[in-house]
């Protein structure tokens, strides 16, 4: 064993993106061969604007689901 102060662990990163295709969002390849990932242009914002995305596309779902058990 050689001592050290300082472990450094990256993993590869995979969106989950089953059940989003409808939403045709972008991906985009990660540096250094890290994964994929949803594409945003937004920097900081990115995932502020990824949950609105999929809260509205939630929102549509259950909008729709609920009329149709009301008629």
């Known amino acids: 064993m050689i001592a050290r102060r300082v472990l450094a662990v990256a993993t590869?990163?995979?969106a989950?993106?089953?059940?989003?295709?409808?939403?045709?969002?972008?991906?985009?390849?990660?540096p250094d061969g890290m994964g994929r990932g949803v594409k945003s242009g937004l920097g900081a914002l990115a995932?502020?604007?990824i949950n609105s995305v999929?809260?509205?596309?939630?929102?549509?779902v259950?909008?729709?689901?609920?009329?149709?058990?009301c008629s």
């Open 47 to 49: 995932g502020a604007h």
């Open 62 to 69: 259950a909008v729709a689901s609920g009329l149709r058990a």
């Open 54 to 60: 999929l809260a509205v596309a939630d929102a549509d």
């Open 12 to 14: 590869r990163m995979q």
């Open 16 to 30: 989950r993106t089953a059940g989003l295709d409808g939403l045709d969002l972008p991906m985009q390849d990660l």
